[in-house]
């Protein structure tokens, strides 16, 4: 018979494969720590902000499984996993700035993806100007079922042209060759949005901006003229008593690289920032403990504290309680720990985990996936070369804590990392959580990362320390994982 700890499904490590194997985990297994009600309908927020596995991609999914079941709320994922960046540019013709097409270029890919959503709702008083302008773009080659990325390569052809058709009184039998137009049909599109009357709501997330993240600086300023859109967009919605909201989902450490003036305005009055820390000592009120408890509740149809029933009482040479020793091995992201979690359930051979099997656990974590995940952080901020070089000088190094210069000496020694490279990567790593530093006040140490205070800045300067996600996987590690 399996043991209850391992029928405990803790769930997938990305929300998309979560929604299609586990939904039920999404729906229920979910720790709202931002009211996602809120969020997509009264709250003036809309950007979203939080380290990759925060769980941004989540809230998404999971207000869309949701809506699912309810007949009046309507949720739709943009998914720039695909999006053509270099394309964008084309669509308004003629020469003037990217701070002037790139904001017109964005509303109509996203006003049209509205105009499909604002399509399915039966409440919709009159669909004669959504259903004209969907036949009519259809007509033109945009049929209703097209990405955004499809979406953007019709527009950005050169040889595109709109049908010959009439829409809602509007003679449109003209080329989209000048400047003027795509700026005339958008301007008519979100007419029509904000003119139209209907019950219920309407969400579009917008996820996926660094799926394929480049170091090309015209990828920052697009994705920096998308959000400054958003503002303008949700705005216009919400003074024209319109439910509908645009979320955008976005790594924290990407959009600080954003281009734009209002970045800051945004930050502050726009957004919200997933932050899954507690403090030291206070473990048992962490938000990732209550899901993974929540989740094993599902599973086996009972009130569970995994930690206290399935756990040794405490874990390393500290003798740390069990959920200080494994929040500790993490970044504090649900990503990060449920992961953890499933690797040690792999590792385990009984009914409960051994502390030989949660070490093992934890040494194939930081090899398998601890590892491969800070090299996908790095993907788009440095080559694959570089990224390969930089992990195997840290393990030529053979130091949890150390200086930069001790690592720039092994890095010199090859060539392919230039001096400021590698600490434009270290900077990048500290973003992300995978490095810190270390602080000597009163002639204690004190270790400072990202996770735990969102406002800290890497500091060349000063000792470097090693996450400890990474210490098995570079043969760090020593008794103190014991």
Not at 177 to 183: A, D, L, Q, R
Not at 382 to 409: C, H, P, T, V, Y
Not at 427 to 449: D, H, P, W
Request: include cysteine; hydrophobic fraction near 35%; aromatic fraction near 10%.
């Amino acid at each position: 018979m399996v043991s209850s700890f391992k029928r405990i499904k803790f769930g997938a490590n990305n929300a998309e494969k979560e929604e299609s194997f586990y939904p039920e985990l999404l729906v229920s297994g979910y720790v709202d720590i931002r009211n996602i009600d809120s969020l997509a309908k009264g709250s003036p927020e809309f950007l979203v902000l939080g380290y990759k596995g925060s769980g941004k991609s989540s809230l998404a999914f999971r207000h869309e499984l949701i809506s699912r079941e309810k007949y009046d709320e309507f949720s739709t994922i943009i998914n720039l996993g695909n999006f053509p960046y270099t394309l964008i540019n084309r669509i308004v013709k003629g020469d003037i700035e990217p701070e002037s097409k790139l904001p017109i270029a964005w509303s109509i890919i996203i006003g049209i993806k509205i105009l499909d959503s604002l399509n399915e709702n039966e409440s919709v008083k009159n669909k004669d100007g959504i259903s004209s302008i969907l036949n009519y773009l259809s007509q033109s080659g945009i049929p209703s079922t097209a990405t955004i990325d499809q979406i953007t390569k019709k527009l950005a052809k050169k040889t595109f042209k709109l049908s010959n058709n009439n829409i809602g009184g509007y003679e449109t039998s003209y080329e989209l060759n000048e400047i003027s137009e795509i700026p005339s049909l958008n301007d008519f599109i979100l007419k029509t949005i904000n003119e139209t009357k209907f019950d219920g709501s309407h969400t579009i997330f917008i996820d996926g901006m660094d799926d394929i993240l480049t170091k090309r600086e015209a990828q920052y300023q697009s994705l920096g003229m998308l959000v400054y859109q958003c503002e303008k967009l949700n705005l216009s919605f919400k003074k024209n008593n319109k439910n509908i909201k645009i979320i955008v989902l976005c790594r924290t450490d990407l959009f600080e690289r954003f281009h734009g003036a209002n970045k800051n305005k945004i930050k502050q009055g726009f957004s919200y920032q997933f932050d899954w820390y507690v403090e030291p000592g206070d473990y048992e009120n962490s938000k990732l403990i209550e899901a993974a408890n929540l989740r094993a509740k599902i599973s086996l149809d009972r009130e569970v504290d995994v930690f206290k029933e399935f756990f040794p009482t405490s874990l390393g040479s500290g003798h740390k309680s069990p959920e200080e020793f494994l929040l500790d091995t993490t970044r504090h992201t649900p990503r990060d720990f449920l992961t953890l979690l499933n690797y040690i359930q792999d590792q385990t051979k009984g009914d409960n985990p051994t502390r030989d099997e949660i070490y093992d656990a934890i040494r194939h974590y930081s090899e398998d996936y601890f590892v491969p995940e800070i090299k996908d952080e790095l993907f788009g901020y440095a080559s694959s070369n570089q990224i390969e070089e930089l992990i195997d000088a840290l393990s030529k190094l053979g130091q949890r804590e150390f200086k930069l210069d001790e690592l720039l000496e092994i890095t010199r020694s090859t060539g392919i990392i230039s001096d400021d490279e590698c600490i434009d990567i270290l900077y990048t790593l500290y973003q992300c959580s995978a490095l810190g530093n270390v602080e000597i006040i009163n002639g204690k140490s004190f270790f400072k990362f990202k996770y735990r205070n969102k406002y800290s800045a890497f500091e060349r300067n000063k000792k470097i320390l090693l996450h400890r996600g990474l210490w098995r996987a570079l043969r760090l590690a020593g008794r103190e994982l014991r």
